[in-house]
Every structure is written in C-alpha cells, then in structure tokens.
C-alpha cells in the first residue's frame, strides 16, 4: 500500500551468521501513474462501449469521469471497488453521449490508503447519426392539430420506415408502426406532449442503421372553435325564425348550439343539436336580444366554445313572421333548390343577396313569386331573399348547403 505521489529510496545489504556487508548503493523509484490505452487519444467515429487504462497491482478501485465539457463541470461520475481494475464497460452510455458528440475523460485508482492523481485527460468524437431526418411538426412545436401528419426526409437505401411515437419520452408506450412513404397521418389526443422518431427499413423489412433525433411536439384542444357565419354579430331586425350557420369542421360529426337572452349562458338556454352547419331556431320574441354559440363534438372530442355573437329581432310582429305566415320554402337548409309558394295572396320577389350584404341577382319582372329558385350554381352559405308580400317587404334567410 505505497502512496502514489512520493519518490521512494531504497537499498539493501547482505547478512551471514558472521558478518554484514556494507549498504547497497540507494536507488529511487515512484509508484506507475495511471495511463489510459483506448480508444486512442482524440479518435473519430467511435461507437462508445468501454474505456481502458493500465492497471496497477494492489489497487482496489477506479473513479471513472466523462463530460463533453473538457473542464469537467458537469460529468458522468462512476467510482467502482476492483482489484488491479483496467477498464469500465457501459451497459448503457451516458445519455451527454449522443452521436457526433466530442467527449473528454480521465481516471483515477486507489487503495486503501491512497488514491492517484488524475490521469492525463484524452477525448474521443462519436460517430455520426445514421438516420432520417425529421421535418415535420418541428422540434417543440405547439398547437399541432390531433388530426396531423408526421414527415421526414427520405433515407438512402429505406424501402420503408419504422415510425415510433408516443407520450412518453421512453416510448414504452409508443405506437410503432410503418410507413412506405416519407409522411405518416396521425390521429392524436388533444393537449398533449408527444415524442416521435424514424428508422430506415430495408426492402426484406429489417430496421437498419440509427433512428433519427427524437423530436417532440404538443397538440391543440383538438377541435378548433367553430367560427360563426350568420346572423352577423349584432344583426338588427332579425325575423321570429332565424337559421344560424357556421363553418364546418371535418372531421366532425355533431354540433350544438346554444341561445339565451343570458350572454354568461347560466340560465334560459335553449340548445339544439345538428350534423350540419347550420339550425333554425324559431317563436323567438319581438323586441329582444338574444346570444348564441356553437361547438363541434367529433366522437369523445369536442371543442371550445366559439365567440359568443349576438342579434335583436324586430321590434314589431310585421316582416318578423315572414317565413311561417307568409311564405313557405322548403327545403331550408337545401343542397340548391328552393321550392317557395306565398300563402297571403301574391308575393314578388325583389333580390338575392349573399351574406356580404352584395345583391347578386335582381327579379325587376317578376310579379308572381316561382315556385323555384335554383342557387345550385351558387357556393354553399347564407344568402337572403327579398321579398314583397301583402303584409310588406321583408328578407327570407336561405341556407345553401
């Protein structure tokens, strides 16, 4: 148990039942210092498995450390006790070691009653990564829609990819799958953070070289808000039986809509549901302010609320019954073709306008309302009808689906 740092003298003389003999002449020596042997100083391209170092008889252990920072700020640190030790296998490599990283590391051994000095410090550089790289949703990405799509850059020699993601970053339960392309259409949950990465596969279906960086991302509420179309907000005049309309969301499969004189919705609601872009509500009351919503459900998922917009009907039951008392039209919504028929005697038809307030089309001949008025040839929305019956003039909402 020699210390490590002194120099040490010696010498020696012989001894016989008679006689001494003089001393020896002195000679010095100095316990060996610990030298690394692999991987050589400053190699490339290293696939990390172990390090070695001489070893020293009568040593009990090592203290290994490794870092990418060549002061030694913040190392992986093993200290293990193994007689006469020589080198440190990794069963699994420090997670600073990735691919193409420049590593520093050093070694010290000790024994019972002392420990040596540092070893000199050599590096090694990793070998570069062998994968696909990932294009999209980049890096850290927020807001990804849940009903998204993975993409990468195509890799030399892949027939296919192996596709792994998950909501943990260990993938251990990841959805592994494949894809022959370089995209993967993904159905996801909402508000969550993801992992994913791909590897190349051969054309026998064998995963070859390295997966790429592991990149990660997090969805969206899943289904955006839906945005409302019509009545405009703070529509004025609004008739006793008004269709609401807003964008549809596909995937989607229901909506519901709410309406209340209450604009917090904590009492008088009325709701409907539809499978549609738009519902008719109707007997609403003269005079009156009323709030509406909408939200899209798509199976388990649903929405947020939209914006909460708002309309007045008419003062006066005049026009405000229109619909019902002097005109029927049918289908409404219609995929184009409305069928109208006045019930107070004649009624004349006076202009279609679009949702913009434009007038797209004006009837100046017509005396006797038609019993059809194609708009196949017009984009689906929200148009409106004047009309002029023996109880006035008013405007007919129609729903071009």
């Given at each position: 148990?020699?210390?490590?740092?002194?120099?040490?003298?010696?010498?020696?003389?012989?001894?016989?039942?008679?006689?001494?003999?003089?001393?020896?002449?002195?000679?010095?020596?100095?316990?060996?210092?610990?030298?690394?042997?692999?991987?050589?100083?400053?190699?490339?391209?290293?696939?990390?498995?172990?390090?070695?170092?001489?070893?020293?008889?009568?040593?009990?252990?090592?203290?290994?450390?490794?870092?990418?920072?060549?002061?030694?700020?913040?190392?992986?640190?093993?200290?293990?006790?193994?007689?006469?030790?020589?080198?440190?296998?990794?069963?699994?490599?420090?997670?600073?070691?990735?691919?193409?990283?420049?590593?520093?590391?050093?070694?010290?051994?000790?024994?019972?009653?002392?420990?040596?000095?540092?070893?000199?410090?050599?590096?090694?550089?990793?070998?570069?990564?062998?994968?696909?790289?990932?294009?999209?949703?980049?890096?850290?990405?927020?807001?990804?829609?849940?009903?998204?799509?993975?993409?990468?850059?195509?890799?030399?020699?892949?027939?296919?990819?192996?596709?792994?993601?998950?909501?943990?970053?260990?993938?251990?339960?990841?959805?592994?799958?494949?894809?022959?392309?370089?995209?993967?259409?993904?159905?996801?949950?909402?508000?969550?953070?993801?992992?994913?990465?791909?590897?190349?596969?051969?054309?026998?279906?064998?995963?070859?070289?390295?997966?790429?960086?592991?990149?990660?991302?997090?969805?969206?509420?899943?289904?955006?808000?839906?945005?409302?179309?019509?009545?405009?907000?703070?529509?004025?005049?609004?008739?006793?039986?008004?269709?609401?309309?807003?964008?549809?969301?596909?995937?989607s499969t229901s909506y519901r809509v709410e309406i209340?004189?209450?604009?917090?919705?904590?009492?008088?609601?009325?709701?409907?549901?539809?499978?549609?872009?738009?519902?008719?509500?109707?007997?609403?009351?003269?005079?009156?302010?009323?709030?509406?919503?909408?939200?899209?459900?798509?199976?388990?998922?649903?929405?947020?609320?939209?914006?909460?917009?708002?309309?007045?009907?008419?003062?006066?039951?005049?026009?405000?019954?229109?619909?019902?008392?002097?005109?029927?039209?049918?289908?409404n919504p219609s995929t184009g073709v409305f069928s109208?028929?006045?019930?107070?005697?004649?009624?004349?038809?006076?202009?279609?306008?679009?949702?913009?307030?434009?007038?797209?089309?004006?009837?100046?001949?017509?005396?006797?309302?038609?019993?059809?008025?194609?708009?196949?040839?017009?984009?689906?929305?929200?148009?409106?009808?004047?009309?002029?019956?023996?109880?006035?003039?008013?405007?007919?909402?129609?729903?071009?689906?």
């Amino acid at each position: 148990n020699l210390l490590f740092r002194p120099l040490y003298y010696w010498k020696i003389r012989a001894l016989t039942d008679d006689d001494t003999s003089d001393w020896s002449k002195v000679w010095v020596f100095k316990i060996l210092s610990v030298r690394l042997n692999t991987p050589r100083n400053n190699i490339t391209n290293l696939t990390l498995s172990s390090l070695d170092w001489n070893s020293i008889d009568g040593t009990t252990g090592y203290i290994l450390e490794l870092d990418t920072a060549a002061a030694f700020t913040k190392p992986f640190r093993v200290q293990d006790t193994v007689r006469n030790s020589f080198f440190h296998y990794f069963t699994t490599v420090p997670e600073m070691i990735g691919f193409q990283t420049k590593a520093y590391w050093r070694v010290k051994l000790f024994h019972e009653t002392d420990t040596s000095e540092w070893s000199p410090v050599w590096n090694f550089t990793t070998i570069a990564r062998r994968a696909p790289l990932l294009i999209s949703p980049t890096d850290s990405a927020i807001q990804v829609p849940i009903f998204g799509q993975l993409k990468w850059q195509a890799y030399s020699g892949a027939s296919s990819y192996a596709v792994h993601y998950g909501d943990k970053p260990d993938f251990s339960n990841a959805v592994k799958t494949t894809s022959t392309g370089t995209t993967l259409s993904v159905s996801l949950k909402a508000n969550t953070r993801y992992y994913w990465k791909v590897r190349g596969r051969n054309s026998d279906g064998n995963e070859f070289y390295d997966f790429s960086e592991t990149w990660t991302f997090t969805t969206d509420s899943g289904i955006p808000a839906p945005a409302l179309i019509s009545p405009a907000n703070n529509a004025e005049n609004q008739a006793l039986n008004v269709i609401f309309s807003w964008g549809k969301f596909t995937p989607s499969t229901s909506y519901r809509v709410e309406i209340s004189q209450d604009a917090t919705f904590n009492s008088g609601v009325v709701t409907k549901n539809s499978t549609t872009g738009t519902t008719y509500f109707t007997h609403l009351q003269n005079g009156t302010r009323y709030f509406w919503r909408v939200k899209t459900f798509n199976g388990s998922l649903e929405s947020p609320w939209s914006a909460t917009w708002s309309l007045n009907t008419a003062a006066q039951n005049g026009f405000a019954n229109l619909n019902l008392s002097d005109l029927e039209v049918f289908p409404n919504p219609s995929t184009g073709v409305f069928s109208l028929r006045g019930t107070s005697g004649a009624a004349k038809l006076r202009c279609l306008i679009d949702a913009q307030g434009r007038t797209l089309q004006e009837f100046e001949n017509s005396t006797v309302l038609p019993e059809i008025l194609d708009l196949s040839a017009m984009p689906a929305g929200v148009y409106f009808l004047q009309v002029e019956t023996a109880t006035g003039l008013g405007t007919l909402q129609l729903v071009r689906e």
